[in-house]
C-alpha cells in the first residue's frame, strides 16, 4: 500500500507542477502581442459590420505590428481622431488602443525590441501565409 501511495503522490506532484509551468503569468511581450492582436481584430470586424456608423470608414487604418517602431506613432493618431465619438465600438477600440500604447511606453519599455521603423508597412496589412491541406 505504502508504494502505491508514493506513486500517487509523485503523480500529482508531477502533474502540478506541469499545470504551474503552463499557467504562467504573462509577460510583458506576450501581454502586448495579444492585446495588437486584438485590436486589429476588432478593427477588421468592425469595418465589415453592416450596422455601424458610416464614419468608421473614416478612421485611420488600425493594422498593428509591435515591432514596428511606428506602432506607437500610429496608436496616438488613432485615439487622437477626433471622429465616431458616438460610436461604442470606436470609443472601446479607442480605449484598448490608449492602454496599448501605455502599456509600450511605460511598462514594456526596456522588454520590448523594434525591428523596424517603416511607417508604410503599418498602412498595408501583410496577409498571413495560406496553409495547404
Known sequence: EL??????LLLIALLSAALLASAAPPTCYSRVLSLSKEITDSFKELQTSK???SCVETLPRLYLDIHNYCVLAKLRDFVAYPGCDRVAEVN???EKARSLYT?????????LVFLTD????LEIPISPPIEHS
Open 3 to 8: 508504494p502505491t501511495m508514493k506513486m500517487l
Open 51 to 53: 450596422t455601424v456608423d
Open 92 to 94: 472601446e477600440l479607442k
Open 103 to 111: 502599456i509600450l511606453i511605460s511598462y514594456c519599455r526596456r522588454d
Open 118 to 121: 517603416d511607417c508604410n508597412a
